[in-house]
T-cell receptor, first 108, second 116 residues
Framework: GQNIDQPTEMTATEGAIVQINCTYQ??????LFWYQQHAGEAPTFLSY????GLEEKGRFSSFLSRSKGYSYLLLKELQMKDSASYLC?????????FGTGTRLQVFP | NAGVMQNPRHLVRRRGQEARLRCSPM?????VYWYRQLPEEGLKFMVY????????ESGMPKERFSAEFPKEGPSILRIQQVVRGDSAAYFC??????????????FGNGTRLTVT
């Protein structure tokens, strides 16, 4: 079966750092993806990991450990506009399987 | 380069009617994915199509739902005899077919279906 787990909600303060965790158990694995989704809008691609380690993209970084079935998304220097849902997804035979998403609220 | 275009943005149907959702992929893309998102839930895979071919329909409900991607024109997701439980946001994504790692999926703005 396919199982992708993320915390449901998180809160953080403007300017802080937040880490959103994702664990997965899937029958196949080609890569792990992170998407951001603001309420009522389309998911937008943030980053992906194929190999173990850290990928950095500006204020966003994503980490993967394939042996542990674990990834995290790190957001630095949080801004109010970062309040959104963050979706973890695994590529399983060329289709993305999504977790339920983590709703992040950033407070001033 | 225009992104993935979906229409309509909002669709209201009465129970028992048919809903037709359209998705035009990005230029040069020959593969389309459909996902459904219920309120406060994640995206659920429905179907993966190539032009004139269904590659993976493992997420499609067995009845009332069908999808096509003809040689010419947009991909269509069709829901017959809609019920209240079909109310959701339906998102489409396209790719050139090289796999999601080489070409991460980019989504359209979705169609929000409301069944009254």
């Amino acid at each position: 079966g396919q199982n992708i787990d993320q915390p449901t909600e998180m809160t953080a303060t403007e300017g802080a750092i937040v880490q959103i965790n994702c664990t997965y158990q899937t029958s196949g694995f080609n890569g792990l993806f992170w998407y951001q989704q603001h309420a009522g809008e389309a998911p937008t691609f943030l980053s992906y990991n194929v190999l173990d380690g850290l990928e950095e993209k500006g204020r966003f970084s994503s980490f993967l450990s394939r042996s542990k079935g674990y990834s995290y998304l790190l957001l630095k220097e949080l801004q109010m506009k970062d309040s959104a849902s963050y979706l973890c997804a695994v590529d399983n035979t060329d289709k993305l399987i999504f977790g339920t998403g983590t709703r992040l609220q950033v407070f001033p | 380069n225009a992104g993935v275009m979906q229409n309509p943005r909002h669709l209201v149907r009465r129970r028992g009617q048919e809903a037709r959702l359209r998705c035009s992929p990005m230029k040069g893309h020959s593969h389309v994915y459909w996902y459904r998102q219920l309120p406060e839930e994640g995206l659920k895979f429905m179907v993966y199509l190539q032009k004139e071919n269904i590659i993976d329909e493992s997420g499609m409900p067995k009845e009332r739902f069908s999808a096509e991607f003809p040689k010419e024109g947009p991909s269509i997701l069709r829901i017959q005899q809609v019920v209240r439980g079909d109310s959701a946001a339906y998102f489409c994504a396209s790719s050139p077919g090289y796999g999601t790692v080489l070409s991460p999926l980019h989504f359209g703005n979705g169609t929000r279906l409301t069944v009254t």
